[in-house]
């Protein structure tokens, strides 16, 4: 939902400064140093597939008999995992310097909902567990709310291009650019406030797997329960100042354009919540 710029960080930057921090284990660290050339071309690999919606090609680390098993070179999975949580979490490892940098480049607002949470944590778009080779790129790693990263994606990934949820960094710009997210407004006929729904509504020139993809993350993410909630509290002043200056039998059009319609040209980005409830407003009421 919301676009995030390269981390500041490259990955050869990172690898350097994680190796600077792992003192103790000169075995990982000379496997690392000798298979530096593969893992950066891997990353390699990664962005040219991520930009084009491409990431369900890569092929995750199967353990089948072994549960330990070769990643990369001499690099075994546990390894690779190790290079995460170790070397570059640990508030006392030169890496950590990249992980806080990335946290604070998300400005608190987790770009998987657009902002509704703020960012507890890492999230490995292609999952550690199955992908550790990428345990430390920072384009795997978002800045993620609790409900994203737990509830909404966990350590799933998709196996083909329509289930892929989008990628904060490096997907197509139309997903953030353009309008594929929309709202109606279903009052209560016993005078209540009513409710804001949420759905999803690819443009008509997108491709399927494009239209499927928005869907899929709306649905992971969970976002039609969660934007309808955020919306509960801000419908009932909207409407309250609504019909304060209905009261002043002031025009219907002059009433939207005093209240709903600044909300809509400050939106932050296209898709956001408050923006489409706004338009659903002008619409249905």
């Known amino acids: 939902m919301l676009k995030l710029a390269y981390p500041a960080h490259s990955y050869e930057q990172t690898l350097d400064r994680c190796c600077i921090g ?18 950066e071309e ?3 690999v990664y962005e040219a597939s991520a930009s084009t ?66 960012p507890r944590n ?25 409900d994203c990263n737990m509830d909404g994606k966990g350590e799933t990934f998709a196996n083909s291009e329509d289930k892929q949820v989008l990628h904060p960094y490096l997907d197509n710009e139309k997903f953030f650019n353009e309008q594929w997210l929309f ?3 279903l009052p209560d006929d016993e005078g209540e406030p009513g409710v804001i729904e949420y759905f999803v509504q690819p443009p008509e020139s997108w491709t399927y797997n494009q239209k499927a993809r928005v869907e899929q993350h709306f649905t992971d993410f969970d976002l039609d329960i969660r934007f309808s909630k955020e919306a509960g509290a801000r419908l009932i002043s909207l409407l309250g100042q609504i019909d304060s200056l209905a009261s002043l039998q002031l025009p219907i059009e002059d009433i939207q354009t005093a209240i709903l319609q600044p909300v809509i040209d400050s939106a932050p980005f296209v898709n956001h919540w408050e923006k489409v409830m706004c338009e659903a407003l002008i619409r249905d009421l």
């Open 22 to 39: 792992i003192t103790g284990n000169t075995l990982l660290l000379g496997k690392v140093n000798a298979e530096r050339q593969v893992l």
């Open 42 to 44: 891997s990353a390699r």
């Open 53 to 118: 919606g491409g990431l369900h090609t890569l092929t995750p680390t199967t353990c089948g008999t072994d549960e330990d098993p070769l990643v990369v070179g001499q690099l075994k999975k546990s390894e690779l995992i190790k290079l995460y949580g170790t070397y570059f979490v640990s508030q006392k490892k030169p890496g950590r310097i990249i992980y806080d940098s990335i946290m604070t480049a998300a400005n608190e607002k987790c770009p998987f909902c657009g902002g509704v949470g703020r």
């Open 122 to 146: 890492l999230d490995h778009y292609l999952p550690k567990a199955h992908f550790p080779e990428f345990s430390v790129l920072p384009i795997n790693l978002i800045p993620s709310c609790r």
């Open 183 to 185: 709202a109606r407004y």
